[in-house]
C-alpha cells in the first residue's frame, strides 16, 4: 500500500484529529476514506451502460424550441 506525506497546518491537524476521533476511525484511515470519496465522485466507466442500460437506439436529437410566448406583466393586468 503506497504512502503519501503531506505539509498542514497545526490547526489544521488538530481538526483532522478531532473529527477522526468523533468517527471513531485513526487519522490515517479518516483521511483515506476522505481521499477515496472525493476521487471517486466520478460515475464510473461504463455505468450507465452497465448499470442503468444505456439507450440502445438512434442518437437522440434536440428538436426546436419554437417562439417564446409573450405575456403581459402581472402589474399590467389590473
Known amino acids: 500500500m503506497t ?4 505539509y498542514i497546518s497545526d490547526e489544521l491537524a488538530e481538526r ?3 473529527q477522526a476521533q468523533s468517527a471513531n476511525l485513526s487519522v490515517s484511515r479518516y483521511l483515506a476514506d476522505l481521499v477515496q470519496r472525493e476521487v471517486a465522485a466520478d460515475w464510473p466507466s461504463g455505468y ?3 448499470v442503468v442500460g444505456g439507450w ?5 436529437e434536440r ?3 419554437g417562439e417564446f410566448e409573450r405575456r403581459d406583466l402581472i402589474e399590467n393586468l389590473q
Open 3 to 6: 504512502q503519501l506525506h503531506l
Open 16 to 18: 483532522i484529529q478531532r
Open 48 to 50: 450507465f451502460e452497465e
Open 56 to 60: 440502445l437506439g438512434e442518437p437522440l
Open 63 to 65: 428538436t426546436g424550441q
